[in-house]
Nanobody, 122 residues
Framework: QVQLVESGGGLVQAGDSLTLSCAASGRTFSSYYVAWFRQAPGKEREFVAGIGWRGQSTYYVDSVKGRFTASRDNAKNTVHLQMNRLKPEDTAIYYC???????????????WGQGTQVTVSS
């Protein structure tokens, strides 16, 4: 099993940057594919980004391509989501998730963090 704890959310203005972090417990973190999801009020949950087991591959939803970058450090059991040029429509609760299988849009990860709020004002 793995436990995930997100941090780094907050209130920023449009155009600003923010980095979310996800700290994972467990000694086999490299066995887990990690993905970020988000959910805005009144909207369905949305896949944002995924990063492979060794960080060698990443996948992004079209709306964040070129603005968001996912990275991971397996030695430190951490994953980051660097978010640049934030827009009001990026406002949501962001969740770090993990699974031994690859996670894509529509996926159902086995493990979820508690979420961190990101609010982007216009």
């Amino acid at each position: 099993q793995v436990q995930l704890v997100e941090s780094g959310g907050g209130l920023v203005q449009a155009g600003d940057s923010l980095t979310l972090s996800c700290a994972a417990s467990g000694r086999t973190f490299s066995s887990y594919y990690v993905a970020w999801f988000r959910q805005a009020p009144g909207k369905e949950r949305e896949f944002v980004a995924g990063i492979g087991w060794r960080g060698q591959s990443t996948y992004y939803v079209d709306s964040v391509k070129g603005r968001f970058t996912a990275s991971r450090d397996n030695a430190k059991n951490t994953v980051h989501l660097q978010m640049n040029r934030l827009k009001p429509e990026d406002t949501a609760i962001y969740y770090c998730t993990a699974d031994v299988r690859q996670i894509g849009p529509g996926g159902e990860p086995s493990y979820w963090g508690q979420g961190t709020q990101v609010t982007v004002s216009s």
